[in-house]
């Protein structure tokens, strides 16, 4: 399942995580490399496997 960047945030409220993940919030972290998830892009829109997204998340618990 791939996720557009401007649902990415409905998606991490999902799991109950609800800040931190504003479109251009997203795009900031991407430009900066502190989002690394890979992506395909249609047009001008990013899209997100789900588990990838689930990975970084994972990735980001164990280093905080």
Same mark, same amino acid.
């Given at each position: 399942?791939?996720?557009?960047?401007?649902?990415?945030?409905?998606?991490?409220?999902?799991?109950? *995580?609800?800040? &931190?993940? /504003?479109?251009?919030?997203?795009? +900031?972290?991407?430009?900066?490399?502190?989002? =690394?998830?890979?992506? *395909?892009?249609? &047009?001008? /829109?990013?899209?997100?496997?789900? +588990?990838?997204?689930?990975?970084?998340?994972? =990735?980001?618990?164990?280093?905080?």
């Amino acid at each position: 399942m791939y996720i557009p960047i401007y649902q990415v945030q409905d998606f991490m409220a999902k799991l109950g *995580i609800a800040r &931190g993940f /504003t479109i251009e919030t997203l795009r +900031k972290n991407r430009r900066n490399g502190k989002f =690394k998830v890979p992506y *395909i892009k249609v &047009g001008n /829109t990013p899209y997100f496997k789900d +588990k990838d997204i689930l990975e970084w998340l994972e =990735k980001q618990s164990k280093d905080g």
